[in-house]
């Protein structure tokens, strides 16, 4: 016996304005459309008093939105500096980071645990090696032991063995690593899918965050036959998505912190780094904030998970108010 035909759809369902004609479903709203509620600024070096906003919005066209600055971090490398008065027009919060020694066979000692959150530099030049994932990786596991593993209960909070909240480890100069080849090339590069491979595992550890800071380039690593290429806006950007694409994915919105400025001043990450260079910036602190915020509405997150990502993640993780 053949199977029964389904009654035809009434025509009424595709008319026009019917449930399901083609121009029914509303559309999408453009990313150039999507703005954050508010800023943090989790990541600048202050060396002088900064009496307005301006900075972190310099060299964008007054037409651009312009969100409120709510909040900043200042990173501070020396410990007895005096903190500024105002960043960005607001009283900055002051971390001491501790820069990883990419040159160690241990992980060092971390004890700059500021509000149960401690943050970690990464200074390089170059994509990070098996062994220097290795390392990092070593100091998050430490870092893990000391607050103890934190597990799920139900609808609870994430709690340690002590039986509190474990601490977060915010990490910076990995979301985008220094930058060393255009799209094409990094796609089959060994570096990118071991970056790609290792970030998955870190995001295995649920207090792991990211800070998303402005890329930096080794003007002799970087440069080929055709000159510099990251003066291309559109392959730059192109190249920091396949970064911040795969970090949205394994680590979430929720994970994901905006600083205006590098993990390191330029001058200082030359001077730290395993691998001395020359190295460029190649988007001003000032231009950071816009093509961050492009780059990650066009992957097609909406205005909660851009807030979050630009104000929201620091002030859960440094306990800010917002």
Same mark, same amino acid.
Not at 1 to 13: N, V
Not at 35 to 45: C, K, Q, V
Not at 90 to 93: A, C, L, N
Not at 139 to 146: E, F, H, I, S, T
């Given at each position: 016996?053949?199977?029964?035909?389904?009654?035809?759809?009434?025509?009424?369902?595709f008319?026009?304005?019917?449930?399901?004609?083609?121009?029914?479903?509303?559309?999408?709203?453009?990313? #150039?459309?999507i703005?954050?509620?508010?800023?943090?600024?989790?990541?600048?070096?202050i /060396?002088?008093?900064?009496?307005?906003?301006?900075?972190?919005?310099?060299?964008?066209?007054p037409?651009? %939105?312009?969100?409120?600055?709510? #909040?900043? =971090?200042?990173?501070k490398?020396?410990?007895?500096?005096?903190?500024?008065? &105002?960043?960005?027009g607001?009283?900055?919060?002051s971390?001491?980071?501790?820069?990883?020694?990419?040159?160690?066979? &241990?992980?060092?000692?971390?004890?700059?645990?500021?509000?149960g959150?401690?943050?970690?530099?990464?200074?390089?030049?170059?994509?990070?090696?098996?062994?220097?994932?290795?390392?990092?990786?070593e100091?998050?596991?430490?870092?893990?032991?000391?607050w103890?593993? %934190?597990?799920?209960?139900?609808?609870? %909070?994430? &709690?340690?063995?002590?039986?509190?909240?474990? @601490? /977060?480890?915010?990490?910076?100069g990995?979301?985008? %690593?220094?930058?060393t080849? &255009?799209?094409?090339?990094?796609?089959?590069?060994?570096?990118?899918?071991?970056?790609?491979?290792?970030?998955? $595992?870190?995001?295995?550890?649920? $207090?792991?965050?990211?800070?998303?800071?402005p890329?930096?380039?080794?003007?002799?690593?970087? /440069?080929?036959?055709?000159?510099?290429?990251?003066?291309?806006?559109?392959?730059?950007?192109?190249?920091?998505?396949?970064?911040?694409?795969?970090?949205?994915?394994?680590?979430?919105?929720?994970?994901?912190?905006? @600083?205006?400025?590098?993990?390191?001043?330029?001058?200082?990450?030359?001077?730290?780094?395993?691998?001395?260079?020359?190295?460029?910036?190649?988007i001003?602190?000032?231009?950071?904030?816009? =093509?961050?915020?492009?780059?990650?509405?066009?992957?097609?997150? @909406?205005?909660e998970?851009?807030? @979050?990502?630009?104000?929201?993640?620091?002030? /859960?993780?440094?306990?800010?108010?917002?």
């Open positions: 016996m053949p199977a029964r035909r389904p009654p035809p759809l009434p025509q009424s369902l008319a026009p304005q019917g449930p399901l004609s083609p121009n029914s479903a509303p559309l999408p709203p453009s990313p #150039s459309t703005h954050p509620e508010y800023i943090i600024d989790s990541h600048s070096f /060396k002088k008093i900064e009496p307005t906003p301006d900075p972190i919005y310099d060299g964008l066209d037409s651009y %939105p312009r969100p409120p600055v709510r #909040s900043a =971090v200042q990173v490398m020396d410990v007895s500096a005096e903190p500024a008065q &105002t960043v960005l607001v009283k900055p919060f971390i001491h980071p501790t820069i990883l020694n990419l040159t160690l066979v &241990t992980p060092p000692s971390i004890t700059n645990i500021a509000k959150a401690v943050d970690i530099i990464v200074p390089s030049t170059f994509p990070l090696s098996e062994k220097e994932w290795d390392l990092l990786e100091a998050v596991n430490a870092l893990d032991g000391c103890g593993k %934190p597990e799920a209960a139900g609808n609870k %909070p994430v &709690t340690g063995e002590n039986g509190k909240e474990p @601490g /977060k480890v915010v990490i910076s990995i979301l985008p %690593p220094p930058l080849k &255009t799209s094409t090339p990094l796609l089959n590069s060994e570096a990118y899918n071991l970056h790609l491979a290792r970030l998955a $595992n870190l995001s295995l550890h649920a $207090n792991v965050y990211l800070k998303a800071l890329p930096v380039v080794d003007r002799v690593q970087g /440069k080929e036959a055709e000159g510099k290429w990251w003066d291309d806006r559109q392959e730059l950007e192109r190249v920091l998505r396949m970064y911040i694409s795969p970090a949205i994915e394994a680590f979430g919105t929720h994970r994901i912190i905006f @600083g205006s400025t590098p993990a390191l001043p330029i001058p200082e990450l030359a001077r730290v780094t395993p691998i001395p260079g020359e190295l460029e910036q190649p001003s602190n000032g231009e950071w904030y816009s =093509v961050l915020r492009r780059v990650i509405t066009q992957l097609g997150e @909406g205005k998970e851009v807030t @979050g990502v630009m104000g929201g993640n620091a002030a /859960k993780v440094y306990r800010l108010a917002h």
